[in-house]
């Protein structure tokens, strides 16, 4: 059963970058969409970015676009996601999942967290 961690999260002043990492471990994912999603504090989690699995293809949510890059390694079962211009309103815990998400690898997420 593949697993799912995220990694990279922290807390930033606005206008900053962080970069989140998720591998996969049991498994792969090589062969697969991915996609990152977040939840922020009294909302429901929400769709961030996709990507193919050949990295052909990426989709962003439309609050991101421009901010936001989603990468992949298959070679290492790992996905990125790289967010600049950071905003007091990413604040949120980022998870990795398929695409679409498969219920039962919901993982810890990793929390980010960007102050005024």
């Known amino acids: 059963q593949v697993q799912l961690v995220e990694s990279g999260g922290g807390l930033v002043q606005a206008g900053g970058s962080l970069r989140l990492s998720c591998a996969a471990s049991g498994g792969t994912f090589s062969r697969s969409a991915m996609a990152w999603f977040r939840q922020a504090p009294g909302k429901e989690r929400e769709f961030i970015a996709s990507?193919?699995?050949?990295?052909?293809?990426?989709y962003y949510k439309d609050s991101v676009k421009g901010r936001f890059t989603m990468s992949r390694d298959n070679a290492k079962n790992t996905v990125y996601l790289q967010m600049n211009s950071l905003k007091p309103e990413d604040t949120a815990v980022y998870y990795c999942n398929f695409a679409p998400p498969r219920s039962s690898l919901w993982g810890q997420g990793t929390q980010v967290t960007v102050s005024s």
């Open positions: 990507i193919t699995w050949r990295s052909n293809t990426t």
